[in-house]
């Protein structure tokens, strides 16, 4: 934990994953934080009401934004995003900043940063807490998820810098190491290191299993860790490809083509070749991710 929390009133649009974790983390962080939640289904709202954690819980948005937060933090799949922004620009009486916990930036900065144009008191800055799980809901919510988490914001020729320093402030008060991107080189970041991944993880789980299913007996740790991420919510990963489809498709060309090299290393039984290729990813890693 780094400083104090820097917000006084603060909502969560969002009781997942993600938006539970937050709130959990501030409610251990800040017994005396007034905290909101808004949800679409009444269950996880009522949970954290009832628990305590949150002062305000509600199904209908307007109702928490009368308490008048001065950080909205959108916890919502990212198509939901511009529809939740517009009645936040419409009703929020202000000021306020707002910030997300989305896995592509370009389009959703892009967009927000145009609805909130008109609203010289509202302030968006783009947030991705890069601390996800295959596991998703309420029931999966941790408060010490961010604790040592890298959180990427993100920003624009028009961002606010206090906005800024403000949001940074709370992920590190939440436990996250922050770092500056633009929109566009986190979309092509979290394309290499997150996105195609997923994809990965999917494609080894269909070629491996799809067609001898009884493999899936002999499983040890390497094929599980390598897997564990397919598990994540289709649907939630379909609109994060989508989203980012350009810079996806480039990381795909350039997988398709290092596997391309070791297939052709095969077919010629090129066992240099072959080492090579495995000496060198090694070397990579090990140079790159040494605090594994």
Known sequence: MDGSNPFHRVAVLGPGLLGGSILFALRKRDSE??????????????????????????????????????????????????????QIAETSPGPAIITDVGSTKVGIVEVLESIFADRGDLEFIGSHPMAGSEKTGLENADADLFEDAACILTRSPTTNLDALERVQSLWQYLGCSTSLLEPDVHDETVARISHLPHLVAAAVVKAGLEKFSGAADFCGGGFRDTTRIASGPP?????????NRGKVIESLRDLIRELESVQQALNDLDRDRITRFLEEAKQLRDQTLSND
């Open 33 to 86: 934080a007034n905290l909101s939640v808004w949800g679409r289904r009444e269950e996880p709202v009522e949970q954290l009401t009832s628990t305590g954690t949150v002062q305000h819980g509600s199904t209908d948005l307007a109702e928490i934004l009368k308490e008048n937060p001065d950080l909205i933090i959108l916890a919502t799949p990212i198509g939901n995003m511009p529809q939740i922004a517009r």
């Open 235 to 243: 649907e939630m990963w379909s609109e994060i490809l989508l989203e």
